[in-house]
């Protein structure tokens, strides 16, 4: 798509001084194909000294010189299903040495314990809990423990079905983790959610660190109960935080995915957070969120080029 706009330019001017190039931020509109108008007024209104295309996934505005005028303008005449991003110039991918991610709706589209709940005669009460969980409305482990219990004796095949049937990984993941392992990122996904699915969608993406919790089965039925940890915001931030210190990982060097309120304190201590699809609680703390964007637009918004 042609636009009449400025040519790609260098961040900042060459004779600008060290702290006005720090502060100098670049403008990402997420979009595989916006309307040239709307990308025309957005770039004018915000001073953008350029304009690059990213791949399939939208442009940005380079050295945007009004970048308060951003919430503003993108709404003007906006295309549907966009995402944008304020990111500084500085920003490169090497600022950051880790990947971590969330699982359920967030690297996949699905909810599994609600993908198993679905075959309940009333899956209602599970999903009401889970909701409530996400948004931070009671605490993660009692919705947890609840809806586990909720599902015991029902038959390990199940789980296996809904793997090999149901669980969408969201678009763009597979790119993401391809760019990562580029930049020497371990790759690790964090989850309160449970082996039977985390194993086979690690295995799928190439991730070899794998925090989670296991469902207990007795006779190939589920016993209602689960062992391991990894459940509420803390216990899942410290377990990443005990994996960051082997690998010699600082927190601020880790860029981390999540959607619901057991994402929360992770993504506080991370360098880089990115709520995916985020729940209020998330979107409010987040340093960016997506909402329509496939995920390997996590890597522009990590400085990646």
């Known amino acids: 798509m042609a636009?009449?706009?400025?040519?790609?330019?260098?961040?900042?001017?060459?004779?600008?001084?060290p702290a006005e190039r720090a502060n100098v931020q670049h403008l990402l509109l997420f979009h595989e194909d916006p309307p040239t108008p709307w990308l025309k007024t957005v770039a004018t209104e915000c001073g953008a000294q350029g304009v690059?295309?990213?791949?399939?996934?939208g442009f940005r505005l380079v050295g945007v010189r009004r970048p308060e005028r951003a919430a503003e303008v993108v709404l003007i005449d906006a295309p549907e299903a966009y995402d944008w991003a304020l990111v500084p110039a500085a920003r490169k991918v090497t600022d950051f040495a880790m990947l971590v991610c969330d699982m359920d709706a967030t690297l996949i589209e699905n909810e599994c314990v609600d993908e198993l709940a679905a075959l309940l005669p009333d899956p209602a009460p599970v999903l009401a809990l889970t909701r409530a969980a996400m948004e931070g409305q009671i605490p993660v482990e009692d919705s947890l423990r609840r809806r586990i219990d909720a599902l015991g004796g029902m038959p390990e095949r199940a789980i296996r079905g809904i793997v090999a049937q149901r669980i969408v990984v969201r678009p763009g993941v597979e790119r993401l983790m391809r760019l990562a392992r580029t930049a020497g990122w371990p790759i690790v996904l964090a989850t309160g959610g449970f082996a039977q699915f985390a194993e086979p969608i690690a295995d799928r993406l190439g991730i070899k660190e794998l925090l989670c919790n296991r469902l207990d089965i007795a006779d190939e039925r589920l016993k209602g109960t689960f062992s391991g940890s990894i459940v509420d915001g803390p216990s899942k931030?410290?377990?990443?935080?005990?994996?960051?210190?082997?690998?010699?990982?600082?927190m601020r060097q880790i860029v981390a995915l999540g959607d619901g309120a057991n994402d929360a304190v992770l993504l506080r201590?991370?360098?880089?957070?990115?709520?995916?699809?985020?729940k209020p609680v998330i979107a409010d703390l987040a340093t960016h969120s997506l909402n329509h964007a496939p995920l390997d637009a996590v890597w522009y918004l990590a400085g990646g080029e």
């Open 269 to 278: 201590n991370a360098g880089l957070s990115v709520g995916i699809r985020p």
């Open 3 to 17: 636009t009449a706009l400025p040519p790609p330019s260098s961040a900042a001017r060459p004779g600008a001084k």
């Open 52 to 57: 690059e295309r990213i791949g399939n996934l």
């Open 237 to 250: 931030a410290l377990a990443v935080a005990n994996v960051a210190k082997r690998l010699g990982t600082k």
